[in-house]
């Protein structure tokens, strides 16, 4: 099973851990309920095809195997025969001897094709049941991204203060200088100004705080600049850093 399908299982466990501690939104906790449906559904789908192809692989291989036995057994018997009435043409050592070797030799020609096609197909239904597992994980990512964007994008609206712990979070990732620049949407202006002291308290070296508005913004994106470099903390380029990490993920197996 590849690391995108068991890291799936310990998101799904974790999920259903903190629905019991930390989730009080009945809106939150059905749209986790749906989303581990969702996801054993996917999983249990990918399971079912993989063993079907493995099983198609299995029949069909025997299959060939048996051919490949029942063509060596027959041109045995062909070899035996012919021998027997080429000998009494040319000699019965010599002519049962000749037969008997080009049979045999064109059997075992035979029987190695046939073994090799039943090997080529079952190498085939592998690669279709890899597939299979491969589409599964990328449903699985989508459905992860989802999660997370349904479950922030409800946050984002209930919780004003969330931007605050954006900021504060997002501080810690930069060299702060003397002045600190935070731009957010018109929204989320009034939080951040109201919570002014609580920024400058965790960056002391700073003296000067600036709070902007960027009309283009939309709730939930904010970005730290100072004169040393600059930081986007919104909740969407976050998502995105999972996304391309479960790519990464799942590209690399």
Do not use: W
Request: aromatic content about 4%; some cysteine.
């Amino acid at each position: 099973m590849s690391n995108i399908i068991r890291s799936s299982r310990v998101i799904e466990s974790n999920i259903v851990y903190n629905q019991g501690l930390d989730i009080q939104d009945p809106i939150e906790e059905k749209l986790i309920e749906e989303a581990i449906k969702k996801h054993d559904l996917i999983l249990a789908a990918a399971e079912k095809e993989a063993k079907e192809i493995m099983e198609s692989a299995h029949i069909v291989s025997e299959k060939k195997m048996s051919e490949a036995y029942e063509e060596i057994r027959m041109r045995y018997k062909k070899a035996m025969a012919q021998g027997y009435d080429e000998g009494y043409k040319s000699g019965l050592d010599k002519g049962y001897d000749e037969g008997y070797r080009d049979g045999f030799k064109q059997g075992e020609e035979d029987s190695e094709q046939l073994i090799a096609e039943a090997l080529d197909i079952k190498n085939d239904y592998i690669a279709k049941r890899n597939n299979a597992l491969r589409s599964a994980e990328k449903e699985l990512i989508e459905l992860i991204i989802s999660i997370y964007e349904k479950v922030l994008h409800k946050k984002i609206e209930d919780d004003e203060d969330l931007v605050v712990s954006l900021v504060l979070n997002g501080i810690d990732n930069l060299e702060i200088a003397r002045k600190l620049t935070i731009i957010v949407p018109k929204e989320s202006y009034r939080v951040v100004e109201e919570n002014k002291d609580k920024i400058l308290a965790k960056v002391s070296s700073v003296n000067e705080l600036d709070i902007r508005v960027n009309s283009d913004m939309k709730q939930g994106d904010c970005i730290i600049e100072t004169s040393r470099g600059s930081v986007d903390v919104s909740i969407d380029n976050q998502l995105e850093e999972v996304k391309d990490l479960l790519t990464t993920i799942l590209s690399n197996e």
